[in-house]
């Protein structure tokens, strides 16, 4: 029995990006009376479903070791910078509000993917409790 399967893989790597996501709301905050300052996010989501479209086979897959097509680890995200043209001198170049609800967002969504890897676990626990017996 492997533990990492390839659904442990893409949660994984999913909780991963969620936290660099994190790293750059709180940058964007942490700058949002810097005027020279702009905006900051990590496009992963179509990287990471284009990686999980190109897992799926239409093969029957009876070991893991056989095909290794759970690789993940290519998805780095893509750091995009906002560029808006600002009308007033000195306006703030990052938009709290939008930054706080996409804060909120991102730390629901990385806490269920934590969930789901907790439940995962306890699961595979479950069944090594069981097998020991």
Partial sequence: MH???NGNKLLQKVADLRLQQQN???SNIANVNNPNYRHKTLDFENQL???YQATKSPLTVTDPDHFN???YSDVKGALETEL???VIHGQDAVDL???MTEMARNSLQFSAIMTLIQKDFSGKAKY???FSK
Avoid: C
């Fill in 3 to 5: 533990i990492f399967t």
């Fill in 84 to 86: 808006k043209p600002r």
């Fill in 69 to 71: 097509n759970s690789e």
């Fill in 128 to 130: 090594l409790e069981e």
């Fill in 49 to 51: 479903r284009a990686a």
């Fill in 24 to 26: 750059l709301i709180s």
């Fill in 97 to 99: 509000d939008k930054e």
